[in-house]
T-cell receptor, first 112, second 115 residues
């Protein structure tokens, strides 16, 4: 049972345009959501997070939107840069366990 | 801040031997450390959660006698793969979090190959 889903395995965007990565979840107990970026053979790097009491969090070029009623979150990257090319994982946590449940990841390619 | 290191970065061992992987939080005290495994082109699979000074909590399907986890201090956790077999070959990643915070900071990972 995949509690966190990233239905798009890959996304290709032109440099300078907006990248939108999507994530859906099923467990209504999740109350904190995170996005990580990962390069091959490296550990994930924390990007941005959002609490369930908010619907938007912005940090520079990265903005995360949360729609609780739809159990959906998205990561917007604008403007996209070639260095943003990587695998992006969304993750969810809840219930005070501290555990993160990861989606399958979306491979973003930003073309120059 | 929030730097996590792992050692070794890659290791090759023979079937039947044991391998120890270290995870260290370099600039913060990690009350909780997590161990993940990633298969090629797959998501990260949580193997176990360890809190300093207590026994690790293993996820369903993870053999605790095969994957020994020790979290002896607030900056060090170790994962020992005992009697390794080729199917244990994988990318193992640890993460650490501060008390009360959700964010986990990941190490660079360890590529284990069992021949």
């Amino acid at each position: 049972d995949q509690q966190v889903k990233q239905n798009s395995p890959s996304l290709s965007v032109q440099e300078g345009r907006i990248s939108i990565l999507n994530c859906d979840y099923t467990n209504s107990m999740f109350d904190y959501f995170l996005w990580y970026k990962k390069y091959p053979a490296e550990g994930p790097t924390f990007l941005i997070s959002i609490s369930s009491i908010k619907d938007k969090n912005e940090d520079g070029r990265f903005t995360v939107f949360l729609n609780k009623s739809a159990k959906h979150l998205s990561l917007h990257i604008v403007p996209s840069q070639p260095g943003d090319s990587a695998v992006y994982f969304c993750a969810a946590s809840g219930g005070n366990t501290g555990k993160l449940i990861f989606g399958q990841g979306t491979t973003l390619q930003v073309k120059p | 801040g929030a730097v996590v290191s792992q050692h070794p970065s890659r290791v090759i061992c023979k079937s039947g031997t044991s391998v120890k992987i270290e995870c260290r939080s370099l600039d913060f005290q990690a009350t909780t450390m997590f161990w993940y495994r990633q298969f090629p082109k797959k998501s990260l699979m949580l193997m176990a959660t360890s809190n300093e000074g207590s026994k690790a909590t293993y996820e369903q399907g993870v053999e605790k006698d095969k994957f020994l986890i020790n979290h002896a201090s607030l900056t060090l956790s170790t994962l020992t793969v005992t009697s390794a077999h080729p199917e244990d070959s994988s990318f193992y990643i640890c993460s650490a979090s501060r008390q009360g915070l959700y964010e986990q900071y990941f190490g660079p990972g360890t590529r284990l190959t069992v021949t």
